[in-house]
């Protein structure tokens, strides 16, 4: 599969939102692997992403990485401006091919304490930003190109405290047939990819750091374990390899089996 990948890949280019951690960082490494140039994206942590960009390099494939806060809507036309400049001056081209809508945040918290200021947030980052960057891109994405929007397994399983980022992710996934559906005369694929539980930093690094959700997780669990970001980068890798070309308008649940 992997050099399948490879050979389908080669000569792409993607933009991966929050890709200098967690799992944009999985995927822009995975899909550098299979032979894609990368444009990623971080809001605050330059180091991290510089640092995914050398081992990008390091590669062979070419990777820029560019500020962007993903909850900042007033933004995005100067950012599509600067991708337009970028994709002339480093590629020698007017488009890119993949866009990976991963950037995210999280404020847990019951229904009855969820705030206006997080819920807002949360909506902006998830939902508004995700919806209004794509419209921004729309004209650099190449015909034929491919979308892929992140989501969340809560979405199918209910995670007390998680009720309004749950819904922001659900609005996401009907969100993403509609696009499939408007995008598809231009040969635009789009697609939604729910982690379940993942071993990173996301939410203060609970399922990573905290013991016993770890184990409360690999319990629930079909095959035994939380998941890692290295479980989901191949996998959206290879979701935007040409062997999945006729794959559109789909939720992906890639939770190792949580909650079956």
């Keep these: 599969m992997s050099d399948q990948i490879q050979n389908n890949a080669t000569g792409k280019i993607a933009i991966v939102t929050g890709g200098g951690r967690g799992l944009g960082r999985a995927t822009a490494l995975s899909l550098a692997a299979a032979g894609t140039d990368m444009i990623i994206t971080y809001r605050s942590n330059r180091q991290e992403a510089d640092t995914v960009v050398n081992t990008i390099s390091a590669t062979g494939r070419r990777a820029v990485a560019v500020q962007l806060d993903a909850g900042n809507i007033a933004s995005f036309e100067a950012f599509a401006a600067q991708v337009q400049s970028i994709l002339l001056g480093k590629w020698g081209r007017d488009s890119f091919d993949f866009l990976v809508n991963n950037a995210g945040t999280y404020y847990p918290g019951p229904i009855g304490q969820i ?3 997080s819920f807002d947030q949360l909506c902006n980052v998830h939902f508004k930003g995700v919806l209004f960057l794509t419209q921004q891109l729309l004209s650099l ?14 979405t199918r399983f209910a995670g007390p405290g998680s009720a309004a980022y749950a819904s922001m992710k659900g609005a996401i996934e009907v969100l993403t047939r509609y696009m499939a559906k408007e995008l598809a005369g231009r040969g635009i694929t789009v697609n939604v990819v729910a982690p379940g539980a993942i071993e990173t930093d996301f939410g203060g690094g609970l399922v990573r750091d905290n013991d016993q959700v770890n184990k409360m997780i ?21 979701l935007l390899s040409d062997a999945n070309r006729w794959v559109t308008a789909q939720r992906i649940e890639v939770s190792g089996g949580m909650f079956l």
Excluded: H
């Design 218 to 238: 690999a319990a629930s669990t079909a095959l035994g374990r939380a998941g890692l970001p290295g479980d989901i980068g191949p996998m959206i890798a290879a």
């Design 115 to 117: 705030t206006e200021e």
């Design 141 to 154: 994405i190449a015909d034929g190109g491919r979308i892929v929007n992140l989501s969340s397994g809560l």
